[in-house]
């Protein structure tokens, strides 16, 4: 025998006896609960799992003790255990940037949120621009928009910019639409609109692609920020259970700090990342083509996202029909049809699902026949979606289901916008609004998710809505148009196996079946066992990504 090959012969196996077995975990004692293979609820007693962090077994505490003789035990204590839930559609450094800048989601009127911006700057009076928003015009009850004169009166020295609670619409100051050289005779961009007064002049509003006459000059987050942003995002993600997000705009930026937090194991959520567009940042990351895991699946860029329109409330989606409550208008469409058929195609071709925002009935209409023009083979294999899917011309629900395309949905959507949704459709076209019910009974496999920071990442809420159809309050009585409601089992398979699906990732995500990733969450109540009306109340105790756990309440 040669000596050479000896002497690694038996250094390899001293290695070998020298490694400490893979240790085995089981977590007993708890009331679990996931999905099978055929999507039908499993109970379960205990959850085991490898060194690895993959599932090994679910079942009964005695019957996992015998098969795994020398595992260690953690006793879940009765607690509910569940998969990791799985948020189809948010946005995460903007979750963390939403946290360290001004909040007027919780202001009741104009008055309150201009008291608001007037402490905010007094608190922070060196900061050269005032960001922030999540303000909404229809809880404030005004009938209208604010305007930038009603800024000037509590802050006029800094440029003041607030994006509205929908994303889709931003509020600035004189100050800000002055460094921005906006005047009477700046043009509105196709696809954006200017508010402005009778006499022309911007009055301070700025909808959809004309936010960016001002986006271009506030100044971009620095490395720190974004980090900083990106920490708190996560931490958030974890207390709320998230295992699994799907980013639905990735920058170069965020791409580059997700890959790195990937490697140094400090992303503790899995990313399912959308390429923003198709434009430079696409062009140069899809020279290698889709990126299909990264760092044992915890980096995913294998979509694009695209906007068809802008949103309801501030009535930039783009609708076949005029507005209800304001006939002059149809809303935008972003692209022509053409330009838009001609980016799905660029990006399909390239091999990435094609996710588009589309929330009026005519964005919906423009992207189900883009996407029509894809082979029926590439349709198939990409799984692409619409985003929000929201309001949908009632002959175009079937389409979904013929062109393979998912619907995409935020359940918490309906309860927020109940107070204003049917106002801007009216009563007819509010049929194929938020339409689940419709969507499922046709055999559409819906991924369930929140868009935060725009609503709560918080997936009880989102399953308590889907359920009830119902605010916090338990208002409406019987629920907001309850026929179209979904079952408490397809609220939970929205969440977890069915967004995993949406992701090409059913069969390492989703569900606690052996040799899947043990992602998964313990909660104080038992969503199985609790009244409808009480789920978003759900709190979790422990979340556990690959076996590890991240997150344990205080």
């Known amino acids: 025998m040669n000596r050479n090959w000896d002497k690694k012969l038996l250094a390899t196996l001293i290695a070998l006896f020298a490694m ?91 008055p309150q949120a201009l008291q608001a911006i007037a402490a905010y700057a007094k608190k922070f009076p060196h900061s050269p621009w005032i960001l922030g928003g999540e303000w909404n015009q229809a809880n404030w009850k005004l009938g209208r928009f604010p305007t930038a004169q009603e800024i000037d009166t509590v802050v006029s020295d800094r440029p003041v910019w607030l994006g509205r609670v929908d994303g889709h619409a931003a509020w600035a100051n004189s100050k800000a639409m002055q460094l921005a050289g906006i005047t009477r005779t700046t043009p509105a961009p196709v696809g954006g609109k200017i508010e402005r007064d009778a006499l022309g002049n911007p009055t301070g509003v700025f909808v959809d692609n004309a936010m960016n006459l001002i986006d271009k000059i506030v100044p971009s987050p620095s490395d720190a920020e974004n980090r900083m942003a990106l920490d708190l995002a996560l931490q958030q993600l974890r207390e709320s259970g998230l295992t699994s997000v799907h980013d639905a705009s990735v920058s170069e930026q965020a791409d580059q700090l997700f890959r790195e937090y990937a490697d140094h194991g400090k992303l503790t959520t899995r990313v399912y990342g959308m390429i923003h567009g198709t434009d430079a940042f696409f062009d140069r990351v899809s020279k290698d083509g889709p990126l299909y895991s990264y760092a044992q699946d915890r980096y995913a860029l294998r979509a694009v996202k695209l906007f068809a329109d802008g949103a309801l409330g501030s009535r930039g989606a783009a609708l076949i029909a005029p507005y209800s409550d304001a006939p002059h208008t149809r809303g935008l469409l972003f692209e022509t049809p053409q330009v838009m058929t001609q980016m799905i195609q660029k990006a399909a071709l390239k091999g990435y699902q094609v996710n588009v925002h589309a929330i009026g009935d005519a964005g919906n209409r423009q992207i189900l026949d883009g996407f029509a023009t894809l082979p029926d083979s590439l349709r198939v294999r990409l799984r692409n979606r619409i985003e929000h899917a929201q309001v949908v011309a009632l002959s175009d629900i079937p389409r979904f289901k013929q062109l393979g395309v998912l619907p995409s949905m935020q359940p918490t959507h309906a309860t927020s916008d109940m107070n204003m949704a049917e106002d801007r459709v009216g009563h007819v076209r509010i049929k194929g609004a938020y339409a689940w019910r419709s969507f499922l009974r046709q055999g559409s496999r819906i991924a369930c998710g929140s868009d935060f920071p725009i609503e709560s990442p918080n997936p009880f809420w989102g399953i308590h809505a889907a359920v009830t159809r119902q605010d916090m309050q338990g208002m409406p009585a019987h629920g907001w148009y309850p026929e179209q409601a979904m079952s408490l089992l397809e609220a939970f398979r929205c969440f977890t196996l069915d967004a995993a699906y949406a992701a090409h990732q059913e069969q390492v995500l989703g569900t606690l079946e052996p040799g899947k990733w043990a992602d998964f969450i313990i909660t104080d109540q038992d969503l199985f066992d609790i009244a409808p009306k009480n789920i978003y109340k759900i709190k979790v105790l422990q979340t556990w990504l690959a076996g590890h756990q991240t997150y344990v309440a205080p």
């Open 20 to 110: 400490p077995a893979l240790a085995d975990t089981i977590i007993d004692h708890a009331r679990g609960y996931t999905l099978d293979k055929d999507g039908q609820l499993l109970k379960f007693e205990a959850l085991a799992f490898d060194d690895a962090g993959r599932v090994i077994a679910t079942g009964s505490n005695a019957a996992l003790r015998d098969r795994l003789p020398d595992a260690q035990h953690i006793d879940a204590g009765g607690k509910t255990l569940l998969p990791g839930m799985i948020d189809a559609h948010g946005h995460i450094l903007s979750l963390g940037q939403s946290a360290m800048q001004l909040n007027l989601r919780a202001t009741h009127d104009l």
